[in-house]
């Protein structure tokens, strides 16, 4: 600990980071959201601002979950949970991180509702069957949880599939008639973070922003921010240059499995899902599903765990390299490689530019595509 306390606009380090780490800190949070480079003074100063201005009230709910977004949270880096907890945020009520527990669990998040306005993590579908009656936390339904604790909420994120779009619960047949935050609180400030889990990397750049403009990012239609969302996995998978070239893995295990080929007709849905993992991967950028060699499952978008299914199948003919070329006519297709913080920034804010442009010409198709047989 450094002791020291920064100034509001200064760029002296937080609590538990020296002054080289929040300046590299800042830098990394400043490319994730594809801001121009002069932005890292300003997110600098705000996070500075932060810590002595009063940290935000974070409220956490829990519903029908895996809690695998809260473990992706506690794996985050840059900042480290530690350094979110202690230094940028005030989370007041989290089931599965907090002490308390029974009535005083339910007392800890009456405080923390006084604190208005606060933010609001929400993980996990609603349930909407039978009153909600499915998951009922202190004799309260996650509809009445929610809808009570929204009312005072700056903002709302809804990380991971489950929150955002339903995910998994939301499978059919649906038994709970699961939903996502959108459908119970439609009405306030949204943010969706999908993933299975939500990427912490994306949900602490969502919550730099905040801290820095006062309001959620750029967003979509579907409510996810343009800097996670606004490509495809596919315009930057480092495998593109296999898919260009025709080299694919037919079997796993195969001579092409073993040489990193291109995993599209291995059931790959890297073409219609919307995510910045090939740019900033997991666990430090060491890897992600692709890199570790199984294809994506577009676990960012609604409906996927019945749209991918079945999961190996591959999406047909319709994305691959020679149909491509001919109804594109020859456009260039660019394959950007996010290498280093400036690499990042550059290679999302570009994507996400092409992406919506592409989108306002063809007209926006959240649907995945339904494959043939190999």
């Not at 929150?163 to 499978?171: I, S």
Request: glycine residues 12%.
């Amino acid at each position: 600990m450094t002791g020291r306390t920064p100034s509001p606009t200064s760029t002296e380090p937080l609590t538990f980071l020296s002054r080289r780490e929040f300046l590299r800190l800042c830098s990394f949070m400043t490319a994730v959201l594809a801001l121009p480079a002069r932005y890292g003074t300003r997110v600098a100063a705000a996070l500075g601002a932060a810590a002595v201005s009063g940290r935000p009230t974070v409220i956490w709910l829990e519903f029908q979950d895996c809690a695998g977004d809260t473990e992706s949270f506690l794996r985050s880096s840059h900042p480290t949970a530690a350094e979110l907890l202690f230094d940028l945020l005030s989370l007041d009520y989290h089931e599965v991180l907090m002490a308390p527990a029974g009535q005083a669990a339910a007392r800890s998040l009456a405080e923390a509702m006084e604190r208005t306005p606060y933010l609001v993590v929400v993980e996990g579908s609603i349930p909407t069957a039978d009153g909600g009656v499915y998951c009922t936390v202190g004799g309260r339904t996650a509809v009445q949880t929610l809808t009570e604790v929204a009312h005072g909420a700056a903002a709302i994120l809804a990380v991971g599939t489950c929150a955002a779009f339903g995910g998994l619960p939301a499978a059919a047949p649906d038994p709970t008639e699961a939903v996502g935050v959108r459908d119970v609180v439609g009405d306030r400030p949204l943010v969706n973070l999908p993933g299975c889990p939500v990427n912490a990397v994306n949900l602490a750049a969502t919550l730099v922003h905040h801290l820095t403009f006062g309001e959620p990012p750029a967003l979509d239609e579907l409510g996810r921010p343009l800097f996670a969302y606004g490509s495809l996995v596919h315009d930057h998978c480092p495998r593109r240059g296999h898919f260009d070239s025709g080299r694919f893995v037919r079997e796993w295990g195969d001579e092409g499995h073993r040489r990193g080929w291109c995993l599209y007709r291995m059931g790959c849905k890297g073409p219609a899902a919307h995510s910045n993992c090939p740019l900033v991967g997991w666990n430090d950028n060491t890897s992600w599903p692709i890199g570790a060699g199984h294809p994506c499952l577009a676990c960012t978008e609604p409906r996927f765990w019945d749209a991918s299914a079945p999961f190996y199948r591959w999406m047909g003919e319709e994305h691959l390299p020679m149909r491509r070329a001919r109804e594109r006519e020859g456009e260039g297709i660019g394959v950007a490689l996010g290498v280093g913080g400036a690499a990042v920034a550059a290679g999302v804010g570009a994507a996400a530019l092409v992406h919506q442009r592409r989108r306002a010409r063809r007209g926006a198709d959240t649907s995945l595509p339904q494959g043939g047989a190999t």
